[in-house]
T-cell receptor, first 113, second 114 residues
C-alpha cells in the first residue's frame, strides 16, 4: 500500500459527460501529480500541485482541470468526455522540497462509452 | 528539455536468470534523481529503486541493482535471480531538482519464463 488513495477505482460514463477523480496523498506529502496512461502506453504528465498551488502543467486538455484543496487532497475534473479520454488516471504524491520519489495510487480506470 | 529513452520495448528472461533493462536520459541539470518503477498486470505503479545523481555508489535493493553512469547518462536496471512475479512493465523515470514533474520512459515489457 503506497498510502495514496484514489477514488473511484473504476468509472464508466457516456460521451459528453463530466466526471471528478479524487486523490488523497500520503500523509505529509505536499505535492500531488496527475498522470494519464492510455492502454499499453506510457505515462503522460497532466498537472502538478504543491501545497495548493499549481506548479507545472503538461499536456492537459482545456476540458480537464484540477485543484488541490487546503487539506491537500486533489481532484481532477474531466468534462465533455470523448472516447479517447478512456484511460487509467494516476495520482502520485511526494514530499516537499526534498524532491524524493513519487508514490502512486492504484489509479482510476475511466471508460467512456 | 529532459528526455528519458528506453530502447527495449520487450524482453524475456528465464526464471532464475539475470536480465538488464536499459535507460538513457538527457538533461542539463547537475542534480537529479532517477527511478525504476514496476507496473505488473494489476497496473499498480510500484517503486523498485532510486538513485541520486550526486551519489557515485550504485543503488541496490535485494535482487534489483542499477548501473548508473553519469557521464554517459545511462541508468540500467539489473534483476538477478528473476522470478515469475517480476513479469511486468518497467518504467525508467527522471526528476531534476529544479523541475516539478517526473519524466517517464516508454517502458520495457519484461516476461519471465518458467
Amino acid at each position: 500500500d503506497s498510502g495514496v488513495t484514489q477514488t473511484p477505482k473504476h468509472l464508466i460514463t457516456a460521451t459528453g459527460q463530466r466526471v471528478t477523480l479524487r486523490c488523497s496523498p500520503r500523509s505529509g506529502d505536499l505535492s500531488v501529480y496527475w498522470y494519464q496512461q492510455s492502454l499499453d502506453q506510457g505515462l503522460q504528465f497532466l498537472i502538478q500541485y504543491y501545497n495548493g498551488e499549481e506548479r507545472a502543467k503538461g499536456n492537459i486538455l482545456e476540458r480537464f482541470s484540477a485543484q488541490q484543496f487546503p487539506d491537500l487532497h486533489s481532484e481532477l475534473n474531466l468534462s465533455s468526455l470523448e472516447l479517447g479520454d478512456s484511460a487509467l488516471y494516476f495520482c502520485a504524491s511526494s514530499g516537499g522540497h526534498l524532491n524524493t520519489e513519487a508514490f502512486f495510487g492504484q489509479g482510476t480506470r475511466l471508460t467512456v462509452v | 528539455a529532459q528526455t528519458v529513452t528506453q530502447s527495449q520495448p520487450e524482453m524475456s528472461v528465464q526464471e532464475a536468470e539475470t536480465v538488464t533493462l536499459s535507460c538513457t536520459y538527457d538533461t542539463s541539470e547537475s542534480n537529479y534523481y532517477l527511478f525504476w518503477y514496476k507496473q505488473p498486470p494489476s497496473r499498480q505503479m510500484i517503486l523498485v529503486i532510486r538513485q541520486e545523481a550526486y551519489k557515485q555508489q550504485n543503488a541496490t535493493e535485494n535482487r534489483f541493482s542499477v548501473n548508473f553512469q553519469k557521464a554517459a547518462k545511462s541508468f540500467s536496471l539489473k534483476i538477478s535471480d528473476s522470478q515469475l512475479g517480476d513479469t511486468a512493465m518497467y518504467f525508467c523515470a527522471f526528476k531534476g531538482s529544479g523541475t516539478y514533474k517526473y519524466i517517464f520512459g516508454t517502458g520495457t515489457r519484461l516476461k519471465v519464463l518458467a
